[in-house]
């Protein structure tokens, strides 16, 4: 079969017809039960059902036509095993699903199928993807409305949808102050001017807003008025 680019999108019609290919092997796998491998013309072409394959007889010739279509169906399976195995790890935008089956080779039809195909069984879901993001950053390691929204970018999240939900489910005055509750008990020995300097760096570099950092700061300092060894 002639090589190409799993994502060149250009048409196959001017691409001179191929030569028949001759079955030289038909390879029943102990590791992978009900599967077996065909090798064309001395070279392993796709894999397929068992009970298929013990229709077929080695010597015997396949036309090009039919080695593609199994071959797209070997394809489209193993995308949508892998497709399940790197979401069985954790959820993940479409976006970023696309980018790791890429790098796996698969082509753009096998990808866009499998994908599809995810979305519609409900494993594929960007708005959930995002909000359990932004949740579980605001729970383990607050930051600002900016870096989140970075994050969620390189996942492939449209922005519009991220501004939305940063805009319905972020408190970020609260996020800041929770993250300077967590930090602030290293530069209690400090002056107020020199720790507001050190808090106000800090919350900057988390990704916060000036009048965010501003306003949890003095929320902080507020708690720790009353408290004598502060």
Not at 43 to 62: H, I, P, Q, T, Y
Not at 67 to 95: H, I
Not at 140 to 155: F, S
């Amino acid at each position: 079969m002639t090589a190409s680019s799993p994502w060149d999108d250009a048409s196959d019609t001017d691409q001179p017809t191929e030569r028949p290919c001759k079955i030289t092997n038909i390879d029943y796998n102990e590791k992978r039960p009900g599967k077996a491998d065909i090798f064309l013309n001395g070279k392993k072409a796709f894999s397929m059902n068992a009970f298929d394959a013990a229709l077929l007889e080695r010597g015997s010739v396949m036309d090009p036509a039919e080695v593609e279509k199994r071959a797209f169906e070997d394809e489209k399976q193993r995308c949508w095993a892998s497709t399940l195995r790197l979401l069985g790890v954790r959820s993940r935008s479409r976006a970023e699903l696309m980018r790791r089956l890429r790098d796996k080779k698969f082509s753009r039809k096998a990808i866009e199928l499998s994908l599809d195909r995810a979305e519609k069984a409900g494993f594929i879901n960007d708005e959930a993807f995002a909000k359990e993001w932004i949740d579980s950053r605001l729970r383990n390691q607050p930051k600002g409305r900016y870096l989140l929204k970075q994050e969620l970018r390189l996942k492939g999240i449209d922005d519009a949808l991220i501004d939305r939900l940063l805009e319905e489910g972020v408190d970020e005055t609260s996020a800041a102050l929770t993250l300077l509750r967590k930090k602030a008990w290293k530069w209690k020995k400090m002056e107020t001017p020199v720790f507001k300097q050190k808090a106000y760096t800090f919350l900057a570099g988390k990704g916060f807003a000036f009048d965010i950092t501003r306003e949890a700061v003095d929320l902080f300092l507020q708690e720790r008025e009353d408290e004598p060894e502060w």
